[in-house]
């Protein structure tokens, strides 16, 4: 069964622009998570999706946003992108919690 | 908060060495415990995991085991090979935290690298 498919795989921004990726989650899966990762801060939590809704939210602003489709498919936004927000970005998908997540290979942000 | 802390890296072996990675958490309920494997320009994959105390967790000749009363998810390997070098990440998900199973908090991460 194909696994968790994000888009595009690398992406190269404009300080002040936004940005949206994309996570396609292995089928029959209805969670969806995102995490940042950096060099600095390692794997941070950035919200997780069920059912289209946020069940949890970690410690990011705003400009940090997500969605999820009624087919489970979800996208985070980044708006008014900053250099720090350059990092890979890694999509999770499970049945319904975190003890089976399948992680895909990641959306690498470059802001410049 | 739920925190991960993981020993300092990078971590350098010869082929067949035994490997030893430590990883102790603070949860405020009853987390399950993860061990993830980052093979370079990968995602994540999970490598084994434990969902109560005293469960040992095993896959690919890796192992840990939850240790409540020291709050410890030590990883383990006998005999390490080239292919193992990755950078690896012990993982908790606490049962009582808001939004219970629907986040994994991760320690830094240690490198490792296998000579052969």
């Known amino acids: 069964k194909a696994g968790v498919t994000q888009t595009p795989r690398y992406l190269i921004k404009t300080r002040g622009q936004q940005v949206t990726l994309s996570c396609s989650p292995i089928s029959g899966h209805r969670s969806v998570s995102w995490y940042q990762q950096t060099p600095g801060q390692g794997l941070q939590f950035l919200f997780e999706y069920f059912s289209e809704t946020q069940r949890n939210k970690g410690n990011f602003p705003g400009r940090f946003s997500g969605r999820q489709f009624s087919n489970s498919r979800s996208e985070m936004n980044v708006s008014t992108l900053e250099l720090g927000d350059s990092a890979l970005y890694l999509c999770?998908?499970?049945?319904?919690?975190?003890?089976?997540?399948?992680f895909g290979q990641g959306t690498r942000l470059t802001v410049v | 908060g739920d925190s991960v802390t993981q020993m300092e890296g990078p971590v350098t072996l010869s082929e067949e060495a035994f490997l030893t990675i430590n990883c102790t958490y603070t949860a405020t309920g009853y987390p399950s415990l993860f061990w993830y494997v980052q093979y370079p320009g990968e995602g994540l994959q999970l490598l084994l995991k434990?969902?109560?105390?005293?469960d040992k967790g095993s896959n690919k000749g890796f192992e840990a085991t939850y240790r409540k009363e020291t709050t410890s998810f030590h990883l383990e390997k006998g005999s390490v090979q080239v292919s193992d070098s990755a950078v690896y990440f012990c993982a908790l998900s606490d049962s009582l935290s808001a939004g219970a199973n629907s986040k994994l908090t991760f320690g830094k991460g240690i490198t490792l690298s296998v000579r052969p």
């Open positions: 434990a969902t109560k105390a005293d």
């Open positions: 999770a998908s499970s049945p319904s919690g975190v003890t089976e997540a399948f």
